[in-house]
């Protein structure tokens, strides 16, 4: 069974940084590009980056609300996918999902974690 | 970057009806699109892919077309279970942006 399990949300101050993470389970992690998606309280879904596979060359690329503060990496020898966050904004605040697919469909979602960003 | 609209912003339909959902792209995409959909309080799931493939599990009722930069979804029989927020995702290149949604209820 496919699971995604993300953490490391809460409040943070704006200016602040938070770093989530995202446990993968019961698929080959390595191979598999994945994305982060995010959800504003009440309001639609907002793509914000995704990392290839370390065979497909490991790159990134992030939306531009995000660009040069955010930055997704993986660790393939623990199955994990982090999400840097760096200057946060109020506008940030949001539940951030971990999802396969960075290149193709999302197919399997984590849970979420919220992220608060309020002085 | 490619922009993602949808039509309507919400529908009200009856149980059994037909409900065709319109998502539309700034520039041709190909057939890198894919639909999900959240219900209230939940994780968005994913119903087709590349256009017109159903995602294994999900409903026969649901069914996608097109290709480029016009797409649809349909129910082909709403079921009150339908009840959710709809969205379109092109994959084409970064970035993956998602329509704004379509939210179906039960008239």
């Known amino acids: 069974e496919v699971l995604l399990v993300e953490s490391g949300g809460g409040l943070v101050k704006p200016g602040g940084s938070l770093r989530l993470s995202c446990a993968a389970s019961?698929?080959?992690?390595?191979?598999?590009?994945m994305s982060w998606v995010r959800q504003a309280p009440g309001k639609g879904l907002e793509w914000v980056g995704r990392?290839?596979?370390?065979?497909?060359?490991?790159?990134?690329d992030s939306a531009a609300p995000v660009k040069g503060r955010f930055t997704i990496s993986r660790d393939d020898s623990k199955n994990t996918l982090s999400l840097q966050m760096n200057s946060l904004k109020t506008e940030d605040t949001a539940v951030y999902y971990c999802?396969?697919?960075?290149?193709?469909?999302?197919?399997?979602w984590g849970q979420g974690t919220l992220v608060t960003v309020s002085s | 970057d490619i922009q993602m609209t949808q039509s309507p912003s919400s529908l009200s339909a009856s149980v059994g009806d037909r409900v065709t959902i319109t998502c539309r792209a700034s520039q041709g995409v190909s057939n890198y699109l894919a639909w999900y959909q959240q219900k209230p309080g939940k994780v968005p799931k994913l119903l087709i892919y590349?256009?017109?493939t159903l995602q294994s599990g999900v409903p026969s009722r649901f069914s996608g077309s097109g290709s480029g930069t016009d797409f649809t979804l349909t129910i082909s029989s709403l079921q009150p279970e339908d009840v959710a927020t709809y969205y379109c995702q092109k994959y084409y290149s970064a970035p993956f942006t998602f329509g704004p949604g379509t939210t179906v209820d039960i008239k």
């Open positions: 590349a256009a017109s």
């Open positions: 999802t396969t697919g960075g290149g193709s469909e999302s197919d399997y």
């Open positions: 019961g698929f080959t992690f390595s191979n598999t590009w």
């Open positions: 990392i290839k596979s370390k065979t497909d060359g490991g790159t990134t």
